[in-house]
């Protein structure tokens, strides 16, 4: 393991099913256009949180300052946060013509208590696929959603959640989360969910609103899902979590002319990182940051508007009943395939998660590793305004990102994170 961690072993207490207080009437939730981009798979996020202390619990009718006491309260507001988050409780299930639906059926959530033989501040957290995979976050998923609480050496506490990505998006998960946290604190739910599907129906489909072309360059449809082949000669990628000082993101954006906002700054910069990973686009590398967040900004403009988004229902609705991948995951897995390519999704806008006793010291994604198709994800610090960011790419876009100069500074433990000594790398 990486400098700055310590091998350790998670031992399982106790694995209870939770079900919703009160049970809802099984029916079936079909998904929208949307969800039928997504395909079968899960994603994790997890958070940390520091031992309680009487300062972190603000709540003096909450209290907690035990794990069995900890656990209690998150199981009792889980059974209640799922009566309104339902379909959470249920399960996939396939319709008459292949596609999958959610069978909402209160099967409930499987909540999972263990503990792990290491203090916080020693865990890896640049290198997640050793210090959380399968260890800090469920193994596998019964159902949609399968939690694991863990307590660490010295009272810290971790609350891993691994989803079926088809449910749910992060977005999504954080507004469940926050309602999960608020009625564990009893107070009020600020957002309550839609499942109506009808606010996502495509129009009338006819060649003029299906057949745009910047669909078929994003999405592809398949006969099929394309399986892993471990025996071709691509490389895998590698999960890693790198600390971005809130310095270095107003650099970027004054090396762009203060003109564009952070995440199209920051996007710019990936641009020419994939640039120099792939050794070729020479015309890209020769630009100046602001020449190519200007271009950046020109691609991203038209699939920010409600015609771009109505366009692509009508385009799914198109293609259906086939499967349909974001076109840089859907690998054909040829050793001649030599494409780079990396998706960044905002973590911007996520709230911060308190249960009753404090603020989460850390959270992140986490994904299983795929052999192509990179993804960044940028967390904007609400105090501080540094930037965490999850990345999953291949191991030469990794040597790309921490050839100096850079930005991206290896999340080696929490200290580094903690720490309000960070600077400017730029």
């Known amino acids: 393991m990486a400098s700055g961690s310590k091998k350790y072993e998670v031992k399982i ?16 939730l079909p998904q929208s256009n949307f969800d039928l981009l997504v395909p079968p798979g899960y994603s994790g996020i997890y958070f940390c949180f520091h031992k309680p202390t009487p300062r972190t619990c603000k709540d003096a009718s909450v209290g907690f300052t035990t794990f069995p006491t900890m656990v209690a309260a998150l199981k009792a507001a889980l059974s209640k946060v799922l009566v309104i988050y339902y379909p959470l409780a249920g399960e996939f299930v396939t319709n008459s013509v292949g596609e999958a639906e959610i069978l909402c059926n209160s099967r409930g959530v499987d909540l999972i208590e263990a503990y792990a033989d290491v203090e916080l501040r020693e865990l890896n957290l640049y290198n997640p696929s050793v210090s959380v995979e399968a260890k800090l976050l469920p193994e596998k ?3 949609i959603l399968s939690i694991q609480v863990t307590e660490l050496r010295c009272g810290a506490m971790v609350v891993g959640c691994a989803f079926d ?14 309602a999960w946290a608020d009625i564990s604190r009893n107070m009020p739910i600020n957002q309550i969910p839609s499942y109506c599907r009808s606010l996502l129906s495509p129009r009338i489909i006819s060649p003029s609103n299906s057949s745009d072309p910047i669909f078929d360059q994003i999405f592809t449809p398949l006969s099929f899902l394309p399986s892993v082949n471990p025996k071709t000669s691509l490389e895998y990628l590698v999960n890693h979590i790198y600390y971005i000082s809130a310095a270095d993101i107003a650099r970027l954006q004054e090396l762009s002319g203060h003109s564009h906002s952070k995440l199209v700054c920051f996007t710019a910069y990936c641009w020419k990182i994939l640039a120099r990973s792939a050794c070729r686009v020479k015309a890209l590398l020769d630009m100046k940051l602001s020449e190519v967040a200007d271009e950046v900004e020109k691609w991203l403009s038209p699939a920010t508007t409600e015609d771009h988004f109505l366009g692509l229902l009508d385009w799914v609705e198109a293609h259906r009943t086939k499967p349909i991948l974001s076109t840089i995951f859907a690998a054909d897995n040829k050793e001649e395939d030599k494409s780079v390519s990396c998706m960044v999704s905002s973590g911007r806008w996520f709230a911060e998660i308190d249960f009753g006793w404090g603020n989460a010291a850390f959270w992140s994604s986490h994904f299983p590793r795929r052999q192509k198709g990179g993804f960044l994800m940028p967390i904007p610090q609400p105090t501080t305004g540094d930037w965490i960011v999850y990345a999953q790419v291949a191991p030469s876009i990794v040597a790309a990102m ?4 850079t930005i991206f500074c290896p999340l080696r433990n929490l200290a580094v994170y903690e720490s309000n000594s960070s600077r400017a790398r730029l």
Do not use: C, K, W
């Open 13 to 28: 207490r106790s694995v209870d099913t939770v079900i919703p207080v009160v049970l809802v009437q099984g029916h079936r």
């Open 141 to 143: 998923i019964n159902g």
């Open 402 to 405: 921490e050839q100096e100069p």
């Open 165 to 178: 990505h088809r449910a749910t998006d992060a977005y999504s998960f954080f507004m469940f989360m926050s």
